[in-house]
């Protein structure tokens, strides 16, 4: 019989403290950024009914081959989201928030897809959703949340792409034209081109196949057969981010892996990753999705940006390393009796972060975990302090020793605390 493995399954992973920290420091750096833009936190259901997911575009990858779908107990057939956009609207749909409803969101999603750094199979997005607003001004809000976001982190090695997929007519006319020019001129390319050409037109224009590239390249660009009115929204997009000072390089080859994006779509990528999965953020226009839903016709743009890549991208740019809990002191326990706990407890509830040892361990031993646990001081009980009625308060950093009165400890460590570290 094999042997159960207990291990995390294939493409899954535990995020453990330290690295944990740098998480929370991520996430909070996140959530401030998008309070401050007025987005209020959503929370939606890891699982959903399977057919708000077949929204996203049944021909896609991520629906077609990558979506993990199960049978309830009450026959119900449902999915681990695989995105967070179609969740979002579904909450809409359901619930009818006034517009214009601006939200954001941390969540976790799944995809069977080749497990390797950078794509794994259970993966975790902070992202945002704007419902009832068509106004090219929100396309450039929501661009500028996310950029300023991988600024917030301190990543500067981070670049976007834009392109238009227009409306959906603009779309339709434009795959025929593009579908007979790449079954005509890439009929040298090979049975497989030929049958993605015609089958996704669209999709084939950001294959990396090199052979391609020159049928490619002279493809002919939907950003030149847009309507008028979206080539408007388009260029006041456009310029809306130039007045913000945000930087975008026009893609007319930009496709995006789901088939309700309308009008704009973006893509972050780092140049610090390698190429294959160097998107840390994406997004884009989904006027139709709502409607879909069996909705009222209702706009919605947004973005997901993924955490495990904007991490690895922390370390290439090596930004955000700090990590573990702050703390402020470390007690030291030489008597035994509840003095050590009545203190930490004294010195959290002051708002300081305190921790200790447990088990009785010797005060040397105890010592070396007051090293290890990055604290500011150690804190020593010991029997001779007690009897002065003092404590000994060690800087872990510099060795140096002072005796302080018991009853002044906490507001001792807290002045010398703020003073060594304003911020903190
Ligand atoms: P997406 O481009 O599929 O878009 O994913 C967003 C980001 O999630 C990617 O840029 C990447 O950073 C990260 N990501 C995606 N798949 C994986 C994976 N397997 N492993 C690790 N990271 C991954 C969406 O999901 C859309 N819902 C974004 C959106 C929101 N569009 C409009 N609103």
């Known amino acids: 019989m094999a042997e159960t493995d207990y291990r995390a399954p294939v493409g899954t992973h535990d ?7 740098r998480w929370s420091a991520l996430v909070q750096a996140f959530a401030a950024r998008a309070a401050r833009f007025g987005y209020g936190l959503v929370i939606t259901p890891v699982v959903e009914h399977v057919e708000v997911f077949q929204r996203v575009g049944t021909a896609t990858d991520v629906v077609r081959k990558e979506m993990y779908e199960l049978t309830d107990r009450g026959g ?4 681990l989201r695989p995105e967070g956009t179609a969740p979002v609207v579904r909450a809409y749909v359901q619930h009818r928030p006034t517009p214009p409803w601006k939200v954001w969101y941390l969540a976790p999603n799944f995809r069977y ?3 390797q750094r950078g794509r794994y199979r259970q993966h975790w997005q902070v992202g945002a959703e704007v419902l009832g607003v068509d ?3 929100a396309d450039v809000e929501v661009i500028a949340l996310a950029h300023g976001f991988y600024r917030d982190l301190g990543l500067r090695q981070v670049t976007l792409a834009l392109n238009s997929m227009g409306e959906p007519a ?3 006319e434009f795959v025929t034209h593009l579908r007979a020019y790449l079954l005509e001129r890439g009929a040298g390319l090979g049975p497989e081109f030929l049958a993605r050409a015609d089958a996704h037109p669209l999709r084939v224009l950001d294959a990396k196949d090199e052979s391609w590239q020159d049928v490619l390249d002279g493809a002919p660009q939907l950003t030149e057969h847009l309507s008028a009115p979206s080539r408007q929204h388009f260029e006041r997009v456009q310029a809306g981010l130039d007045a913000l000072g945000i930087r975008y390089a026009l893609t007319p080859r930009l496709v995006r892996g789901f ?5 704009t779509t973006f893509e972050f990528s780092s140049t610090a990753l390698d190429a294959a999965q160097n998107a840390v953020g994406g997004g884009g226009r989904y006027d139709q999705l709502a409607e879909e839903m069996g909705g009222p016709p209702t706009p919605g743009i947004g973005f997901g940006i993924g955490i495990e890549r904007v991490l690895i991208a922390c370390d290439a740019e090596e930004v955000l390393t700090g990590a573990g809990p702050a703390l402020d002191a470390f007690i030291v326990d030489g008597i035994g009796d509840p003095s050590a706990t009545v203190l930490v407890a ?3 509830e002051a708002g300081l972060g305190a921790d200790r040892a447990y088990g009785g361990r010797s ?3 105890q010592w070396k975990l007051a090293d290890r646990s990055g604290a500011r001081y150690g804190v020593m009980l010991g029997p001779r302090e007690a009897e002065r009625g003092s404590v000994g308060v060690k800087d872990l950093g510099s060795g140096e020793q002072v005796e302080v009165p018991r009853e002044q400890v906490a507001g001792w460590i807290l002045l010398h605390a703020e003073a060594a570290d304003p911020a903190r």
């Not at 119900?76 to 999915?79: F, G, I, Q, V």
């Open 15 to 21: 995020v453990l403290p330290p690295e944990s920290g």
């Open 76 to 79: 119900r057939a449902l999915a």
């Open 113 to 115: 897809e080749r497990p």
């Open 135 to 137: 106004d090219p001004d």
């Open 170 to 172: 603009d779309r339709a």
């Open 259 to 263: 088939d309700y994006y309308t009008s």
């Open 346 to 348: 004294e010195l959290r």
């Open 363 to 365: 005060v040397k031993a």
